[in-house]
Nanobody, 115 residues
């Protein structure tokens, strides 16, 4: 069974940065659109960003200009560079295929933005 492992979360101050990573075991990202999603306390999981097989990207309006999604197919890894963080970005972040979630959800990685 495919296992997604997200990492790179932590505590950041407002205006700070975090870089998230997602690796898949027992499967490959090659040929798949990949996405990042997040779930804040009390909220449903929401779409954040996605990247196509050719590198095209789409972002939710609230992160445009601050977040950058990228991929390294050779390493079977997807990244999310998060800059200019605000407390509203506090959430558990997950990766999966996009737009449909083909893999079981991983544990996610907690990103907390607080002074």
């Amino acid at each position: 069974q495919v296992q997604l492992v997200e990492s790179g979360g932590g505590l950041a101050q407002p205006g700070g940065s975090l870089r998230l990573s997602c690796v898949a075991s027992r499967s490959s990202f090659t040929g798949r659109w990949m996405g990042w999603y997040r779930q804040a306390p009390g909220n449903q999981r929401e779409f954040v960003a996605r990247i196509t097989t050719s590198g095209g990207t789409t972002y939710v309006d609230s992160v445009k200009g601050r977040f950058t999604i990228s991929r390294d197919n050779a390493k079977n890894t997807v990244y999310l560079q998060m800059n200019s963080l605000s407390p509203d970005d506090t959430a558990v972040y997950y990766c999966n295929t996009a737009p449909l979630h083909s893999f079981p959800w991983g544990q996610g990685t907690q990103a907390t933005v607080s002074s």
